[in-house]
């Protein structure tokens, strides 16, 4: 399924993750996610996280794991993990390090900057954010 929103401010964009988040646990409960989220710096991808996470992990303070590339949410009955590889140089040896896979397997992952993965796997849930104003987005979403 494809999707397109629109929104026209930062707390709309939160909204829109936190729709996705509803929708997901509609038609794939049972099941962990892997969305990957792209868009150009400042587009809207950490706004779309807190959504996205608060929806499922209530009450967690969502931020940009830049310098620690993972955050965890663990308040919800599935953990989320955020990544974010913007400022990851060698993707893979640095993924190998956190224990990626073990995230993949253990809870949802949502990530920045997922162009940077080497390899991604089955049935991944795509998220583009595109800028088309001062506020305003598009954001498709296909899962």
Known sequence: MKEYIETGSPDETEQAGAYLAKQLA?????QMWFICLYGDLGAGKTAFVRGFAGALSPGSRVKSPTYTIVHEYRAGKV???HF???????CEDGLEEIGFDEYV???HCIIEWSEYLPVLPPDVISVRIRKTGEGSRQIEMEY
């Open 84 to 90: 974010d590889l913007y400022r990851l140089e060698d």
């Open 26 to 30: 509609a038609c794939r409960s049972g």
């Open 79 to 81: 953990p989320v993990f």
């Open 105 to 107: 397997s253990g809870g």
